[in-house]
């Protein structure tokens, strides 16, 4: 191994296979409560809740380390009414002939619409970008790697932040949505891939009725 790199220890600490099913299991009940929330409430979340979910997302794994993504936080009142404005554009268009019969009609159960009020309700809208390439100090290009999983699984790390905290969000994806770049000004090598809405559920706040997939159903074993 060449000396220019440098290493630590590493270690966990010890935990019994008994011990290790139940966290499992205990970790599962948990997460599964977790649900995708439209109706969001107006109350207030605390910046300093939005940097630290923001920096759990940002130990995520990814290629080369080069950690390829840029969270946006707006808690903006006009910026978030720009955001739902543009977004409610692209929206129209897209229930009024930009979408398929067959995935409007996937959508039914979410009785979703082009109608985005949760972009202004919502105490923070959380914009991820992906950056497709990055800049040394010297201004010249330099390559990222896997980006799309990297900024995923980031992705999973942050969704999984906020339910841990206690809060909600909403995994949307107006499309298209570069207007979100423009609006945010953000540089050309950095592209939207996800807009997430959080805060609470609002007092009446509904999820539809909807039933995960079985393992069998998701997965193969081989011993
Ligand atoms: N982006 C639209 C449509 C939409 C698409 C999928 I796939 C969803 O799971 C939900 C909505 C919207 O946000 O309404």
Request: aromatic share 12%; no cysteine; charged share 30%.
């Amino acid at each position: 191994m060449s000396d220019a790199h440098e290493f630590e220890p590493y270690s966990l600490p010890y935990v019994s296979n008994t011990d290790m099913i139940r966290k499992a299991s205990d970790h599962y009940r948990k997460v599964k409560k977790r649900r995708t929330v439209r109706d969001f409430s107006d109350r207030a979340v605390p910046r300093k809740v939005v940097e630290y979910v923001i920096k759990a997302a940002s130990t995520a794994p990814s290629g080369a380390h080069k950690q390829p993504w840029t969270f946006v936080a707006v808690g903006n009142p006009g910026l978030q009414r720009e955001i739902r404005a543009a977004a409610e554009k692209e929206e129209y268009e897209n229930y009024h002939g930009r979408m398929s019969e067959s995935w409007l009609e996937d959508l039914k159960v979410f009785d979703t619409d082009w109608n985005k009020p949760f972009l202004e309700t919502a105490p923070w809208l959380i914009i991820i970008f992906r950056k497709i390439h990055d800049f040394d100090e010297d201004g010249n290009k330099t390559k990222n790697y896997y980006v799309n999983e990297s900024v995923g699984i980031a992705t999973g790390f942050l969704l999984s932040a906020l339910q841990e905290v206690g809060l909600v969000a909403l995994t949307h994806t107006p499309s298209p949505m570069n207007f979100l770049g423009k609006i945010l000004d953000r540089p050309t090598n950095e592209k939207p891939f996800l807009l997430i809405p959080i805060g609470y559920p609002a007092d009446n706040a509904k999820v539809p009725v909807l039933k995960r997939k079985r393992l069998d159903d998701v997965s193969v074993f081989f011993e």
